[in-house]
């Protein structure tokens, strides 16, 4: 599917949670394993929502992949070792919100060539 241009990630100030992508950092071997690594950090000593936690595959639309994800996300973050996609680039639009109702919406990209 092609990508979509829907996201609803933007630039401004928030004071919801930071949400930063740690690996992959740089394009990643399609088909092969890689280690699927994005942080949660609430500010002001606000805990993350982790129930509140969803992501999206930006292509042809949005395809919701929360589901698939549920077991690798916590507080801190998701953590998915050896997660794999086909070659292209992919757009996750990850949302969560903190314990005061915050959200925050970022994307993490991942090319695989």
Do not use: C, W
Not at 25 to 50: C, M, Q, T, W
Not at 69 to 87: D, N, R
Request: charge should be positive; aromatic fraction near 4%.
């Amino acid at each position: 599917m092609p990508q979509s241009a829907a996201s609803k990630a933007g630039r401004s100030i928030t004071r919801g949670p930071a949400i930063r992508q740690v690996s992959p950092d740089g394009a990643v071997a399609a088909n092969k394993p890689f280690d699927l690594h994005v942080d949660f950090a609430g500010r002001g000593g606000e805990k993350i929502n982790v129930a509140s936690a969803q992501v999206a595959i930006l292509r042809g639309g949005t395809v919701d992949i929360t589901s698939r994800l549920k077991p690798f996300i916590t507080e801190k973050g998701i953590e998915m070792p050896a997660a794999m996609v086909p070659p292209g680039t992919y757009v996750l639009q990850v949302t969560v919100s903190d314990a005061g109702g915050r959200q925050t919406v970022a994307n993490v990209e991942i090319d695989a060539k």
